[in-house]
């Protein structure tokens, strides 16, 4: 049986997705003359910030044109306009049926915690008011490899002792999936299920989050 759940938190737990992504288009506009497209976003999604921007000069072929130096000033200048963007979140953010759901894993005594490479998660659980629920957060900066690497993942899993097999990993991007495939937990997606076909079992909406069907579909891939 389930001995766990872990959340990645961007774009699972609350829509921070179209925010991280407006605050790098228009910075990439702005300072590299770099136009990103929705199908790059999917490859920045779950990344850490530096790695964004890394994928983001490839995209643009400028590998190699930019200093360490510079490219820290975007990466700084992307976040002081993402944590603008963020100032006024309150729990009316967290995505449709989230808060429902994470109450009844709570009721369930399911213990909980959050997976996200972004050093705004603990500041954005506070917003919606997720701390009693989601007070438990791995830091990214202790551990060693970002997603797509299952170490952050296996990090949150350790912090509710729940081991991986038994764990259950929730993620809206593909980067995200492959860290909890790789963890050896049970992958949930939310999101287009053909881009995210790596999942155990994907729903397409927060909506249409249920327990009865994870616990189903966990029986059925370990029976
Ligand atoms: C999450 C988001 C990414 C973001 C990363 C780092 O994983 O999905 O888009 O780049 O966190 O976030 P931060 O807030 O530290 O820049
Ligand atoms: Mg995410």
Redesign the pocket.
Known sequence: TITGFVF????VITD??KF?YQAWKEIAQEKLDITITPAVNEL??????M??LEEIIKFGHQEGQHTLAEKEAIATE??DR?KQLIQTMTPADILPGMGEFLQELADHHYPMSVA??????PFIIKRLKLEDLLGKIVD?ASVKHG?PAPDIFEAAADQIDSPYATTVGFED?TAGISGINDAGMFSVGIGDPTILDEADLVFASTADVSLSAIEQAFASKNA
Not at 44 to 49: E, M, N, P, W
Not at 116 to 121: C, I, M, Q, T, V
């Open positions: 990645d938190l961007d774009g921070t997705a991280h920045l999604k779950g990344r850490s910030r790695d964004s992307k976040n993402y996200s490479a972004s050093f705004n998660a990214p997603k991007a």
